[in-house]
């Protein structure tokens, strides 16, 4: 019903800044949370940070005040724009979509953190 795809990552410098995007196309509800998520090797996938269509946000302890997340409702988009990124910050990023019955991940996009 919905397909997420994201763009936007690839090579920074520690201390710099990527901005990650995704579009969702299909059908969307009207109701539905859209965020980032991430999983380093031998961990959970975890939440980077999600938004409500009315603005709400949350993001993780360990990006608090690093990434700003922000939503257009009318083109259906997200996007991350991560700052003071660190090499742990090295990881596949996924877009998410909640709706009330299902949830929809996007293919992933690297991000990595390198001199």
């Known amino acids: 019903q919905v397909q997420l795809v994201e763009s936007g990552g690839g090579l920074v410098q520690p201390g710099g800044s990527l901005r990650l995007s995704c579009a969702a196309s299909?059908?969307?509800?009207?109701?539905?949370?859209m965020g980032w998520y991430r999983q380093a090797p031998g961990k959970q996938r975890e939440l980077v940070g999600k938004?409500?269509?009315?603005?709400?946000?949350n993001y993780a302890d360990s990006v608090q005040g690093r990434f700003t997340i922000s939503r257009d409702n009318a083109r259906n988009t997200v996007s991350l724009q991560m700052n003071s990124l660190k090499p742990e910050d090295t990881v596949v990023y996924y877009c998410?979509?909640?709706?009330?019955?299902?949830?929809?991940w996007g293919q992933g996009t690297q991000v990595t953190v390198s001199s």
């Open positions: 998410n979509l909640e709706s009330i019955l299902r949830t929809y």
């Open positions: 938004i409500t269509r009315a603005g709400s946000t």
């Open positions: 299909g059908i969307i509800s009207s109701l539905n949370t």
